[in-house]
């Protein structure tokens, strides 16, 4: 290697480098150059030589990545599959390749090089150059000169003893300085003034090191070069530079020692490239690959990157995620139809293949997660292009919709069932309201001029005028507030009157003019009813409570549910003991028919279903079996459809609860069980009732005999002439009988408080009061009796 100066022959002289005593300039050069192409290309680089005996190479030999070319190209693999690059330096019978770990702009300089030397190399491997031809060398100055000018490299000594670095022109241009001085020599110290604040500390004295040890170093720095424009002072001599003109270079060096005869030597010559272009381009990639890396880890769908065999190769964060891997190296590999079975599968691999004809395709299906958690998702695969505008990659993106999804089918499935009736949307330009198909049905619209658009009032009007303030009301307040809408109404349909619900959403803009506000009408019919026969029940206990009349429980509970079922009529009665009749009670009324005792072989062949406990439900009495040939009784009353439910308490028929209609009617499972619960809730009171009178009758009977016998008592304490007494618990006297007076001589107040045993002889006190204790404790009196003498009036016993 050799630094080419302009100028004198005497510099150039100078700076020429002597060439090698065993080993050609071309080789040397090879050397070189291949150091070069390993700093561009991936740390390595080989030059390998194929013809017709085969595959040898020319350069790097021993290294890792001449043998890995060389395998390429011995079994004639494509370029695009080998694990190296292979750049083509010559083509023909003899194939010259520079094999790299990877292309670089900065490449194309280094082909170019080798292009030139590959004549001279291959001459130099048949013969050995003898030394001494002046006229050889000169050749390769020349080209050496060409080459430095083509390929934009500078060449330069450095004497780590003297600390002084010389070079030619193009490394006195990369550092800002003029050539002469470069020819010269300049102190290794101002060189290093140049680098960048965070560069500086990379030379710490380690090349010499690696120079004395190796035999060579590399490095890469950043330098701050001032512009062209300097100030100069009057004496001719450059002024200091201003940082504001200073551009930034990379720099890329790398250095040999100069003689190879000579390891402690301590002068190197090398080469100095100017890499800037090419390391804002990798830093421009490597942001570009950081943003793309973060871009794809903030997206919360799932993107799996494909090869041509349509296996992963990569996933990104929110795959991991959605997918609940632990690692992305789960998937590493593995086909991605792999991922879905059944009908999915069938459709990702179509999707695969189109992907691969170079066209996108979409698809929807089910596939399982790393933990078995099944997930609906919507996919979308592309192809990715190279620059030969072949496919290279293949593109999955999968977003997760399964909330969406279910959310769908569970519309799907309410529309289905009928559970929603309709939706609408208010149109405030035009304040008019639209509505589908199943909305016109509902109101009895027509479903093109629904469609269309209506005036609210036409709405209103479909309603059952008993909702309709209640539904003005609510559109109003959210047109005006915004807000959720909701409110209930009864409508009229060929099925009979049916509730519905409307739910809705007012969005307003800055204006509070309505900008969307979109509704969906459910048919909440059989819920509304059991809600309301719920409460009715609640008011049937209520009022039955209030009552103590059977008859006004009756007419309570045959009110109530004509009201819930819109019946024309209801009753009960009470079932006879051999249950053929009942009785029902009360004044005959529009809604109470059938008054009075009614026997059941008048109106039909149904009294042992009755009396197995079983609901009879008649939807027309002139065409239903059980009552052919009793059309005039029922029309007499009036009865078209009826219901009998009947009640059993203790295995007794006992009563019998019936609603009427004037029309035919088919009798819901919801009816009958609303009837039950009347009817059981009406005996139950009207038998509580019963009861409860039945004691009232029997408290009065029993308070006039206690007032008779307590007459008979009062008439005996004041007639009879045998001593009566009440004594207390504790034995004092409370009351005597007025024969006390007569024949003992004491009046009740004398006596009043004394103990039992006052007036007994002494003798008899033990045993009176014994007596008396023997009571208390629950021992019978004596059935002899009990003889005791007791004090008179004038201190005379006598004898009791």
Avoid at 334 to 361: F, I, S
Avoid at 439 to 454: H, K, N, W
Avoid at 532 to 551: I, S, Y
Wanted: charged letters at 25%; aromatic letters at 6%.
């Amino acid at each position: 290697m050799m630094d080419l100066v302009e100028g004198t022959e005497e510099a150039s002289g100078a700076l020429m480098l002597p060439p090698a005593p065993a080993v050609g300039r071309a080789s040397i050069l090879c050397v070189h150059l291949l150091a070069l192409a390993a700093a561009e290309g991936g740390g390595e680089a080989a030059l390998l030589l194929r013809d017709a005996d085969g595959v040898r190479v020319l350069g790097g030999e021993g290294s890792a990545i001449a043998a890995e070319g060389a395998a390429c190209l011995m079994d004639g693999q494509s370029l695009d599959a080998c694990t190296v690059r292979l750049l083509p330096v010559r083509s023909g019978a003899v194939e010259v390749w520079l094999c790299v770990r990877r292309n670089a702009p900065a490449l194309e300089h280094v082909l170019a090089l080798c292009a030139l030397q590959v004549d001279d190399l291959l001459r130099e491997r048949a013969a050995t150059p003898q030394s001494g031809e002046h006229e050889l060398v000169e050749r390769m100055q020349l080209r050496m000169q060409r080459m430095a000018d083509t390929a934009d490299v500078a060449f330069y000594r450095c004497d780590f003893a003297t600390r002084m670095v010389t070079g030619d022109a193009r490394f006195a241009s990369l550092w800002g300085l003029p050539p002469e001085r470069l020819a010269v020599g300049v102190p290794i110290d101002e060189l290093l003034m140049f680098l960048h604040p965070d560069d500086r500390l990379v030379y710490d004295g380690s090349l010499e090191d690696e120079l004395r040890d190796e035999g060579c170093y590399e490095l890469r720095f950043r330098i701050l070069v001032s512009s062209p424009s300097v100030s100069v002072s009057g004496s001719g001599q450059a002024q200091s530079r201003s940082p504001r003109s200073s551009r930034l270079r990379h720099v890329l060096l790398r250095g040999w020692r100069e003689d190879e005869s000579r390891p402690d030597s301590r002068r190197s010559v090398g080469l100095a490239m100017d890499v800037s272009s090419a390391s804002m381009t990798a830093e421009a990639l490597r942001s570009s690959e950081a943003f793309t890396r973060l871009l794809l880890s903030s997206l919360p769908d799932c993107i799996h990157i494909l090869d041509c065999e349509g296996c992963i190769r990569f996933v990104n964060e929110g795959g991991i995620q959605s997918m609940e891997m632990d690692s992305p190296i789960i998937m590493h590999g593995l086909p991605w139809v792999d991922l879905w079975r059944g009908q999915p599968r069938r459709r990702a691999a179509l999707a695969v293949q189109t992907a691969l004809a170079g066209e996108t395709a979409r698809f929807q299906g089910y596939a399982m997660t790393m933990r078995g958690q099944r997930r609906f998702w919507d996919v979308a695969v592309t192809p990715v292009f190279g620059e030969d505008g072949d496919v290279r990659r293949l593109l999955a993106i999968g977003r997760d919709l399964t909330e969406a999804n279910q959310s769908a089918e569970r519309l799907q499935l309410a529309l289905d069932a009928g559970a929603i009736a309709g939706t609408w949307m208010w149109d405030d330009s035009a304040s008019r309201m639209t509505g589908d198909a199943r909305l016109a049905q509902t109101l009895g619209l027509d479903p093109a001029r629904l469609r269309e658009g209506v005036m609210p009032n036409v709405i209103y009007d479909s309603v059952d005028p008993r909702d309709r303030f209640a539904v003005v009301q609510a559109v109003t307040a959210a047109t005006r507030r915004g807000g959720k809408c909701r409110f209930e109404f009864r409508v009229d349909t060929p099925e009979g009157q049916r509730w519905f619900e409307g739910n809705g959403r007012c969005d307003l803009g800055d204006e509070g003019r309505v900008v969307r506000f979109p509704g969906i009408v459910f048919d909440i019919d059989r819920s509304k009813r059991q809600a309301l026969r719920q409460a009715a029940l609640v008011e049937l206990g209520d009022q039955l409570r209030a009552l103590d009349d059977t008859g006004m429980m009756e007419e309570v509970a045959a009110r109530i549910i004509c009201r819930e079922l819109d019946a024309s009529g209801a009753g009960y009665g009470v079932v006879n003991d051999d249950w053929t009749g009942m009785t029902v009670g009360g004044a005959p009324e529009v809604t109470r028919p059938l008054v009075g005792v009614r026997m059941f072989a008048d109106y039909g062949e149904f009294r042992p279903i009755l009396g197995r406990g079983e609901p009879v439900a008649i939807a027309d009495v002139h065409t239903d079996a059980l009552t052919a040939g009793y059309d005039a009784r029922y029309d007499a009353e009036g009865i078209v459809a009826i219901l009998c439910v009947p009640i059993f308490k203790f295995g007794r028929f006992v009563g019998l609860m019936f609603v009427c209609h004037d029309a035919p009617h088919t009798w819901t499972d919801e009816e009958i069980v609303f009837t039950r619960a009347v009817a059981d809730r009406t005996h139950a009171s009207m038998r509580q009732a019963r009861t409860q009178q039945q004691i009232r009758d029997l408290n009065v009977m029993l308070e006039e005999r206690i007032l008779q016998r307590t007459r008979e008592r009062d008439r005996l304490w004041n007639i009879a002439r045998d001593l009566f007494i009440i004594i207390d618990r504790r034995g004092y006297y409370v009351a005597v009988s007025p024969s006390w007076e007569e024949t003992q001589g004491y009046r009740a107040e004398e006596l009043a408080g004394l103990r039992l045993d006052a007036l007994c002889h002494p003798d008899d006190r033990r045993m009176v009061l014994d007596t008396f204790e023997r009571l208390l404790a629950g021992t019978p009196w004596p059935t002899a009796g009990l003889d005791v003498r007791m004090r008179r009036v004038g201190r005379q016993l006598a004898d009791l």
